[in-house]
């Protein structure tokens, strides 16, 4: 998974934290640095956790692109904004999570946990 957050104390702690429960971390400062570390371990990377406000391109930008350039990638964004928190949650896209700051570890375990299931096939249309 990449881990894109500028806070680079909050981008340790949940490195670690998702480290202990066996996930492997790639870490970005921002969506510019995300997309270059796609561009040579896109294979590798399921699942994009990003903050929503970071210097050079945020986390909604970065998801936008993301969602045109790599549709199967899971997408979630955090935010320690609170104002508005709900209305930003109504403006996303549907394939995309998001999280409010501070949460609990086990909610952003719970969260990781359930967007990297294996999304079920889709039967064709009854004919």
């Not at 806070?7 to 949940?14: A, G, L, N």
């Not at 990638?73 to 896209?93: C, D, F, H, I």
Request: hydrophobic share 40%; glycine share 8%.
């Amino acid at each position: 998974m990449l881990l894109v957050e500028d806070d680079r104390s909050v981008r340790t702690v949940v490195r670690r934290v998702l480290q202990a429960r066996g996930y492997t971390v790639l870490e970005a400062r921002n969506g510019t640095e995300a997309l270059q570390l796609l561009d040579r371990h896109g294979d590798e990377v399921r699942l994009v956790v990003s903050d929503v406000v970071m210097p050079e391109m945020g986390g909604r930008e970065l998801v936008d692109r993301l969602a045109v350039e790599r549709p199967g990638l899971r997408l979630l964004l955090m935010s320690g904004y609170t104002q508005g928190a709900v209305a930003r949650r109504e403006n996303l896209p549907p394939h995309v999570a998001f999280l409010e700051k501070p949460f609990i570890v086990e909610e952003l375990v719970d969260t990781i946990r359930r967007l990297m299931q294996p999304t079920p096939p889709t039967d064709p249309p009854a004919g």
